[in-house]
């Protein structure tokens, strides 16, 4: 392919946005208060099939929420703006207009809580990256005689936060997210993913190669394995998704205070616990996320979430802390993890074959639900590079299974190991916008898991 | 409301000078929403919403590209001709689809969903409305959490081709939801009315009263209780009778996705995966029992995703997908019915402005039978009624799958019995639908959705809806949750 004559800008830079929060200090009236928050982005999505582009384009966005407040009333507006700064302008003083003419029919929020001691901060990180074009060109001539599909996504990602005290908050990544599948046959496939804040030849030529080494292993004649339990080893690809079940709630203070939470047993002194090796942290500091949230509070770069397989901690938000008491410690309204780390153990990841011996070594888990979320009890798929292994030897891909477990059992009672190497993994989703989140998770082996259709 | 006049400025003035591409389209989209709700009784601050973008799609040579911007003036729509344009060119000799030999729609006309125009409540008025069904809600010291809440939506969507193309549809939606959580005993059970926003339908005031929202704090607060103190589901092969608010989950994931045409051309493998359903099947293939009957109707006005054009402007018409349980067609837009060589449906569909149109969902629906609910019940000799999902999970082929629901009614010979909860149940597609016994009449049928389909990369949750009579399936592998 050749590249483009035009390489997509981005016109909404920090200096950009602080024009913004100036026209909204210019649009408050006496007695009120504001908080706003921008996300935006230029990205370059291209998609490809079969060894070749199925869908190429690019998106420019930019979204600020307006949170006005007067006394406890307060009313949100979410606006798309086109960076043209009059007619962004215009927009956010109609917005300021008609929250202002909503707040008398408003109610008091008795859980209202925001940023009041300014913490204005600062981070612009990655580096300008190959056009798109030719990076997808890299792509399909390295997979070449391969049937690959995936896609790349890449370029700036920016968020920032502002209020009527002056405190001012940005957050820029420069980063790309390309995850492909080579393909066997049928749903036998290997999924790859390189991901980061500058572009590596040399890293992305290994990562493929790694990719065409276990395609080989797809080639075997596939075995369709009975329902009932094996030994397994969870590839670090493969406890992301466990981790995503976790990320559901299951942290959140206010959902734990509601007992809604997939952990409400493990709380008080006689609560249910993990596996002594299981710690969890909310590590921002290790992530891409933003060192900041939606009310302006600063997010610690650590909160501690379980501790040697108890539970510590959760994230509380304004609201919640507000609402059952306790302290903010930088959470959403969401209360979601943006950044979980599960600390490693023991196990050498070259070594994980060996430990396993024989049973199954799971690349990727798929579309995993609570079957009963009280109980902590999850079911999923086995999907992609999914192996039997006999005395550590890959023998044969396995057809899909399902297993339905508990959190209980797989992270405690048949927990037998946990890599040493815990994989930093870049959330790859893309729904509205380009995620900003991140996962470090080690490999797991356990001595059972329980496996139903 | 969306404001029509900032998507109606001329396009064909945005174009660049010397324009050369072989074909172009700009699909303009606006939306505006609001979300009022009020949890334990306490009013949650109103929440308003504003969009507004634009994606131009270019054909030039064998190649294809868009660009999206949120910037809908003259000259956001040049910049992103331009693009839109450049990547076209430099993907063409890499392009898996010729681009010459893509639909190049000029379809003309209007939509709109029923009661479009309709008075519309104020935010005052919404909130007594919820703090009414919240504060009912409170019966007892062990409903722990509970919210009433609405969404409302009004999107305007204009799509101009050069080939002289101008579609404009405006729809009107409305999401009313309950949910109440109670706990006793060390268990947590919520109980919801219809499912997290499985009320979403077009039109105004009325979908109120269809779902029966006065009320239902109270309602689904007692069920709540009821369920946490209820014993878990019993496990074993048996008759579930599944009612439409379970039914809509079943059709979707297990004869919706399998049923898209570009999962099964393969381009959704990275991601949402593939299908057990080969082009080979259609026309042929037995996928249920002869009682049933799959459509894509997008002419049922109050369902969700009804529309007059889908989003590459094909016009859209209720067609059979499955009739008398054998397979006939694939959702397979305009695109991929050419890259298939199959027959397909209008269902190119993007989310918003800032994602391209990929074959979805939109109507998928089950017609009706004949049975009574009482004649279905009185039939079974033991069983189980679910209602409610609350948990899905099926494998990447979309064949292995197991589901959950809120709560489960025993059958007995030919009787209502205990409720019991955590009921599930897993089976493999290719094998449920022919296990299809009984299929409830239209008194039976609710119209229902979700607004919350994902799937794509970059990634879509979409509007998809789903109407369905209860049913009967024989021989189904039930089981409960983990005894405390």
């Given amino acids: 392919m050749n590249a483009p004559d035009t390489i997509a800008t981005h016109p909404f830079s920090e200096a950009y946005f602080h024009d913004l929060a100036a026209v909204l200090d210019r649009a408050l009236a006496a007695g009120e208060f504001y908080t706003a928050s921008l996300a935006a982005e230029t990205s370059e999505f291209v998609r490809f099939n079969r060894g070749k582009v199925r869908q190429p384009g690019s998106v420019s966005q930019c979204y600020l929420e307006i949170d006005l407040m007067q006394g406890r009333r307060h009313a949100l507006q979410r606006l798309a703006l086109c960076g043209n700064p009059a007619s962004d302008a215009a927009a956010i003083e109609a917005a300021v207009l008609a929250l202002r003419a909503a707040l008398p029919a408003l109610d008091d929020d008795p859980h209202l809580l925001y940023a009041t001691q300014v913490h204005s901060t600062r981070s612009v990180r990655g580096t300008p990256l190959p056009a798109a074009e030719r990076i997808i060109d890299d792509v399909l001539t390295a997979a070449k005689g391969h049937d690959v599909v995936g896609i790349y996504a890449g370029g700036p990602v920016m968020r920032g936060f502002a209020n009527a005290a002056g405190q001012r908050n940005w957050h820029e990544a420069t980063s790309f997210n390309l995850q492909w599948s080579l393909y066997h046959r049928a749903d036998k496939a290997v999924k790859s993913g390189l991901s980061g804040l500058s572009w590596d030849d040399a890293v992305f030529a290994a990562k493929m190669q790694e990719a065409q080494s276990q395609l080989a292993s797809m080639a075997l004649p596939s075995r369709a394995l009975a329902p009932g339990d094996y030994r397994v080893f969870l590839a670090p690809a493969a406890m992301e998704e466990i981790a995503g079940m976790l990320q559901w709630g299951a942290f959140s203070a206010r959902a734990l205070a509601t007992r809604q939470s997939s952990l409400a047993r493990m709380q008080g002194e006689h609560g249910l616990g993990l596996d002594e090796r299981v710690t969890l942290r909310e590590a921002t500091a290790e992530g891409i996320a933003t060192g900041f949230q939606s009310a302006g509070f600063i997010r610690p770069d650590r909160v501690a979430l379980i501790d040697r397989g108890r539970l510590v901690g959760a994230l509380t938000s304004p609201r919640t802390a507000l609402e059952f008491g306790g302290e903010s410690n930088g959470a959403n309204n969401d209360e979601t993890p943006e950044a979980l780390s599960m600390e490693g153990g023991d196990l050498a990841l070259s070594d994980a074959l060996a430990a396993l011996d024989t049973g199954l070594y799971i690349g990727n888990l798929w579309y995993l639900n609570y079957s009963d979320r009280p109980a902590a009890r999850i079911t999923g798929m086995t999907r992609f590079a999914t192996f039997q292994v006999e005395h550590g030897r890959i023998v044969a891909p396995v057809d899909v299974l399902r297993f339905d477990d508990t959190l209980y059992r797989m992270l405690g009672s048949s927990l037998e190991a946990l890599t040493r190497e815990a994989e930093l993994r870049l959330e790859s989703s893309t729904y509205m916008q380009r995620a900003l989140a991140s996962v470090r998770l080690p490999g797991a082996l356990l001595s059972r898991m329980t496996f139903t259709l | ?484």
């Fill in chain 2, 1 to 484: 409301m969306p404001d029509a006049d900032r998507l109606s400025l001329d396009v064909h003035c945005a174009l660049p000078p010397g324009f050369a591409a072989d074909y172009w389209s700009v699909r303009l989209v606006e939306e505006v929403s609001e979300c009022h709700a009020v949890r334990k009784s306490v009013a949650l601050p109103l929440q308003r919403a504003l969009d507004r973008g634009a994606m131009v799609t270019v054909h030039a040579g064998a190649g294809h590209g868009y660009a999206a911007t949120s910037d809908v003036s003259g000259a956001g729509l040049r910049a992103a001709f331009e693009r839109a344009f450049a990547i076209a060119r430099a993907c063409a000799s890499r392009s898996l689809i010729d681009a010459r030999s893509l639909p190049r729609p000029q379809s003309r006309g209007t939509y709109a969903s029923p009661g479009i125009d309709a008075p519309r409540r104020s935010a005052r008025e919404w909130r007594e409305l919820l703090m009414q069904e919240s504060v009912a809600a409170a019966i007892d010291d062990r409903i722990v959490d509970w919210e009433a809440s609405v969404e409302l939506r009004e999107a305007t969507h204009r799509l101009v081709t050069s080939t002289g193309g101008e579609v404009v549809q405006r729809y009107r939606l409305i999401y009313p939801h309950c949910a109440v959580t109670a706990h006793a005993d060390g268990d947590t059970q919520t109980r919801t009315l219809n499912g997290y926003r499985g009320i979403c339908q077009q039109g105004a005031d009325e979908v109120l009263a269809r779902f029966g929202f006065a009320g239902c704090g109270r309602r689904i607060a007692e069920q709540a209780l009821e369920l946490v103190l209820a014993p878990n589901c019993p496990s074993g092969r048996m008759q579930a009778l599944l009612m439409p608010d379970q039914m809509i989950l079943q059709i979707h994931e297990s004869i919706g996705h399998p049923l898209e045409l570009d999962r099964i051309l393969g381009d959704e493998r990275n991601f949402a995966g593939t299908s057990f359903v080969t082009p080979d099947m259609f026309g042929t293939y037995r996928y249920g029992s002869p009682l049933l009957n799959i459509t894509f109707d997008p002419g049922r006005p109050e369902e969700l995703a009804s529309y007059g054009w889908d989003d590459e402007g094909t016009p859209a018409e209720k067609v059979y997908l499955i009739r008398n349980g054998v397979l006939e067609r694939p959702l397979g837009s305009a695109t991929s019915q050419l890259r298939a060589g199959l027959p397909g449906t209008a269902n190119a569909r993007a989310d918003n402005w800032n994602r391209p149109p990929i074959d979805r969902m939109a109507n998928l629906n089950l017609e009706p039978g004949d049975a009574t609910l009482d004649e279905m019940i009185a039939g079974i000799e033991d069983g189980i009624l679910m209602e409610t999902n609350r948990s899905w999970s099926i494998d990447d082929s979309r064949n292995k799958f197991q589901f959950g629901c809120e709560r489960g009614q025993l059958i007995r010979e030919g009787g209502l019995g205990a409720v019991v909860k955590n009921p599930n149940y897993r089976g493999i597609s290719a094998v449920f639908w022919r296990n299809l016994a009984r299929v409830g009449n239209a008194q039976t049928m609710q119209v229902l959705g979700t607004p919350y389909c994902g799937k794509g990369e970059p990634s879509q949750v979409i509007r998809v809806g789903h109407a369905s009579p209860a049913c009967v399936f024989d021989g189904v592998d039930v089981f409960g949750g983990v005894d405390a």
